[in-house]
C-alpha cells in the first residue's frame, strides 16, 4: 500500500525567503508525482506534474524535483510571497498493478507573512 | 470547457438520509475519482473507475457506492448518511492510456456535506 507523507506539516517564513516543501512515498513504482495547491476552502489547484522518467519541472518560482530511488519529492519556492501562502498537497500516481491510483500526503500548510 | 462539475456545492442531510453527488467531466477522460478530505487532512480515496462499466475502491469505500455508466459521469451514493460522512468531497479526472500522456489530474469545485 502506497502512503506519501509531507514535511514539515506547517511552515511559517517571512516575505523573500527560499523554501522546501518534503514529500516522500513508499512504493517507488509510480507513474508521475503531482503536486496541488489548494486555498482555504477552495478546491485542488495543479502547480506542477514530474513523469516517473523525468528529474524536475520548473514554472515560474516554483521548481519540483523527483527521486524515485530514494523515494522522495522536493518542492522549491524561490523568493517567496504573501500570495503564496496555501496549503501545499503531493500526491503520488501508481504505476504497476495498482496503475492510476493517486495517493496523497496530507499537506503542508505555508503562510508567507509581509 | 467546463472541466469537472460537481454538484451540490452545499448540502446538510440528517441521519440516515441518502443522497448522490453528482459528478462529471467533458474532456473524454477514461480515469474519474472520488475523495474526502476532512478538516486539516488530506484527501482521501473514496472510489476511483477506469472506464465506464468498471469501478474499484479506495482507501474508504465504507458506505458509499458508484456507479459509471457513462464516461462523462460518476455519481457518488451516500446510503444512510452519518455523522463521520461530514467533510467535503472532490471528484476529479485525468486520461491515463500508456506511458504517452501526463495523466494530469484535475479537480471538480468540492461539495460540503454536513450530517446531523
Known amino acids: 500500500k502506497q502512503e506519501v507523507t509531507q514535511i514539515p506539516a506547517a511552515l511559517s517564513v517571512p516575505e523573500g525567503e527560499n523554501l522546501v516543501l518534503n514529500c516522500s512515498f513508499t512504493?517507488?513504482?509510480?507513474?508521475?508525482l503531482q503536486w496541488f495547491r489548494q486555498d482555504p476552502g477552495k478546491g485542488l489547484t495543479s502547480l506542477l506534474l514530474i513523469q516517473s522518467s523525468q528529474r524536475e519541472q520548473t514554472s515560474g518560482r516554483l521548481n519540483a524535483s523527483l527521486d524515485k530511488s530514494s523515494g522522495r519529492s522536493t518542492l522549491y519556492i524561490a523568493a517567496s510571497q504573501p500570495g503564496d501562502s496555501a496549503t501545499y498537497l503531493c500526491a503520488a500516481l501508481a504505476g504497476g498493478t495498482s496503475y492510476g491510483k493517486l495517493t496523497f500526503g496530507q499537506g503542508t500548510i505555508l503562510t508567507v507573512h509581509p | 470547457n467546463a472541466g469537472v462539475t460537481q454538484t451540490p456545492k452545499f448540502r446538510i442531510l440528517k441521519i440516515g438520509q441518502s443522497m448522490t453527488l453528482q459528478c462529471t467531466q467533458d474532456m473524454n477522460h477514461n480515469y474519474m475519482y472520488w475523495y474526502r478530505q476532512d478538516p486539516g487532512m488530506g484527501l482521501k480515496l473514496i472510489y476511483y473507475?477506469?472506464?465506464?462499466?468498471?469501478?474499484d475502491k479506495g482507501e474508504v469505500p465504507n458506505g458509499y457506492n458508484v456507479s459509471r455508466s457513462t464516461t462523462e459521469d460518476f455519481p457518488l451514493r451516500l446510503e444512510l448518511a452519518a455523522p463521520s460522512q461530514t467533510s467535503v468531497y472532490f471528484c476529479?479526472?485525468?486520461?491515463?492510456?500508456?506511458?504517452?500522456?501526463?495523466?494530469?489530474?484535475?479537480f471538480g469545485e468540492g461539495s460540503r456535506l454536513t450530517v446531523l
Open positions: 476529479a479526472s485525468s486520461y491515463l492510456l500508456g506511458k504517452d500522456l501526463t495523466g494530469e489530474l484535475f
Open positions: 473507475s477506469v472506464g465506464a462499466g468498471i469501478t
Open positions: 512504493d517507488s513504482a509510480i507513474y508521475n
